[in-house]
């Protein structure tokens, strides 16, 4: 579905909570529907207070679309060994359609070790290299697809429509898990992309070519007003916790937002924005492991 933006100077807020939850609507009824019981398990290493908020949201997303919802929590201390042994057991365990392994790993654990040796019909972070290839060779419809770039693309769409032929995109951040699977997608819908990252000299310049930024780095506020062509849709993907001006914590994006918001033409906040539709994508595609499971030809 397609809305237009507001013809209004405001800019459109993009509630990704509101669209999140809409989605996980929409999961819990196919899984009704269907009568399936799609399996997600969810592993921890370590005890990172952010990651443990992370993982129980998660858990509790899976159990409100009607999934069986496995929580690993594993020590700090935990050998590769023994995560590659918990990784094989779901990896033969029918009652599990979808792992996800929570990243960072402790420094012991050789994480690209551990995410291959996920089955790719159960990668639901889409994060093996087959689904990565997937997608980066254009059969994506076969791809278990990354749950962030899933989600911010979703958002998009929700204000350009499904096919970008014509727009410029630019892309902040080249990680695996968020900006070079992002530009992969925007590049399959046809955009025209650029990737921006820390060697990149005048990514001001370059950035206000763009009628869609989609920011992934990691540096509160580096997006700033000068960046921005006027009625650019910018996506914050981005996660900072910085202390407010009240000394509590607090999340804001790799975006001004304040400085951003009166130029673009639709926004994300941060939070608000894209963190729920990770989680709700994360749901998507554990559903659709679920259905390829019961039906194998889909
Ligand atoms: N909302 C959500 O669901 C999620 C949010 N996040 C958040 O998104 C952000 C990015 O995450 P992630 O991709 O994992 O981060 P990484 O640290 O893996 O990657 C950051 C990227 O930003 C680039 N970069 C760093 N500084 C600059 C700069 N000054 N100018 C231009 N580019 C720069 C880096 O360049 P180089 O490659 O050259 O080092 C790198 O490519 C974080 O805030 C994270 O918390 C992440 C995952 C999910
Ligand atoms: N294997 C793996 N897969 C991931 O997808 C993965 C990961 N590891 N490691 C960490 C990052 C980060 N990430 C977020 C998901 C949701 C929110 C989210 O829901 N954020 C809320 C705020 C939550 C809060 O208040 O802390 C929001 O933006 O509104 C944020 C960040 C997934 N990641
Ligand atoms: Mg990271």
């Known amino acids: 579905m397609t809305i237009a933006p507001s013809s209004s100077d405001k800019p459109r807020i993009l509630d990704g909570k509101r669209t999140a939850s809409a989605l996980v609507d929409e999961v819990r009824e196919t899984v009704e529907r269907e009568g399936l019981t799609p399996g997600l398990a969810v592993v ?146 046809n955009a025209t992309v650029t990737v921006i990252h820390s060697r990149t000299p005048s990514p001001a310049e370059i950035c206000r070519q763009a009628d869609i930024v989609v920011a992934a780095v990691g540096v509160p506020g580096l997006v700033t007003g000068d960046w921005i062509k006027p009625g650019a849709v910018v996506i914050d993907v981005g996660i900072n916790r910085v202390e407010g001006e009240d000394g509590k914590g607090k999340l804001v994006g790799d975006v001004d937002f304040d400085a951003v918001a009166p130029l673009a033409s639709a926004i994300t906040p941060v939070p608000g924005g894209v963190g729920p539709m990770t989680i709700a994508m994360l749901m998507h595609n554990t559903l659709q492991a679920a259905r390829r499971r019961s039906a194998p030809s889909s």
């Open 44 to 189: 921890l290493v370590g005890d990172d207070p952010a990651s443990q908020v992370y993982v129980r949201n998660k858990g509790r997303r899976a159990e409100a679309c009607g999934f069986l919802s496995r929580q690993y929590d594993l020590p700090a201390t935990t050998t590769q060994a023994d995560l590659l042994a918990l990784i094989e057991s779901l990896n033969s365990d029918p009652d599990i359609h979808g792992i996800l392994v929570q990243l960072p790993l402790p420094a012991q654990i050789d994480a690209d070790r551990v995410i291959q040796a996920i089955a790719p019909d159960k990668d639901v972070d889409g994060f093996h290299y087959l689904n990565v290839g997937r997608l980066a060779t254009g059969t994506i419809d076969a791809a278990l697809l990354p749950c962030t770039p899933k989600g911010a693309l979703h958002l998009i769409e929700q204000v350009l429509g499904a096919d970008l032929s014509g727009k410029r995109a630019v892309v902040i951040g080249r990680s695996n898990i968020v900006g070079k699977p992002m530009a992969s997608l925007l590049l399959a819908r």
